[in-house]
T-cell receptor
């Protein structure tokens, strides 16, 4: 599974867009990019995943570069409740397990 | 409510004691997982079960055993607890989307906080 690199921490003002970057330069063609978040002491929560096309759902948007070596998770209007550790994971398909790194601590400030 | 249920939520064990952590999901997911999370660190995979009847070791399996009792239930057993096993344990499940060719819908339980003294 490809290694991912994320900044250790980021800050964002409430109501503004939060853009969380992730590098996965060794990603292979059959690996998806998954994003999860973990709010303090809770179990991780699925946000979004994609292969090569940009994806959007009710929580966030995922922008994957054309060469697939990096991606950005966008929370369009961050709220205080979005403060969490965000994990970017590159993983093969078909019943494979998720491998978590250290993630990015996002703090949304009033 | 649909989801992953873990029991117990909290447990204190003495070194050498044994116990079983229970996990059940009601989403008809075929894959289930056990992770541990130490303070300030990411989750590490202990064991997983890709489908009913199969189990495989993850990143940190030593000191643990698992049983996939049926499609719904996946238990984690500590035969002889050690202080190094003090951690928060998360169970998760997922299903495979044939149309997209990917696993998705990973759902985590709320965790079991285990302290071994």
């Amino acid at each position: 599974d490809a290694k991912t690199t994320q900044p250790t921490s980021m800050d964002c003002a409430e109501g503004r867009a939060a853009n969380l970057p992730c590098n996965h330069s060794t990603i292979s063609g059959n690996e998806y990019v998954y994003w999860y978040r973990q709010i303090h002491s809770q179990g991780p929560q699925y946000i979004i995943h994609g292969l090569k096309n940009n994806e959007t759902n009710e929580m966030a948007s995922l922008i994957i570069t054309e060469d697939r070596k990096s991606s950005t998770l966008i929370l369009p209007h961050a709220t205080l409740r979005d403060t969490a550790v965000y994990y970017c994971i590159a993983q093969e398909t078909s019943g494979s397990r998720l491998t978590f790194g250290e993630g990015t601590q996002l703090t949304v400030n009033p | 409510n649909a989801g992953v249920t873990q029991t117990p939520k909290f447990q204190v064990l003495k070194t050498g004691q044994s116990m079983t952590l229970q996990c059940a999901q009601d989403m008809n997911h075929n894959s289930m997982y056990w992770y541990r999370q130490d303070p300030g660190m990411g989750l590490r995979l202990i064991y997983y079960s890709a489908s009913e009847g199969t189990t495989d070791k993850g990143e940190v399996p030593n000191g643990y055993n698992v049983s996939r009792l049926n499609k719904r239930e996946f238990s984690l057993r500590l035969e002889s607890a050690a202080p190094s096993q003090t951690s928060v344990y998360f169970c998760a499940s997922s299903r495979y989307d044939r149309g997209r060719g990917s696993s998705y819908g990973y759902t985590f339980g709320s965790g079991t906080r285990l302290t071994v003294v």
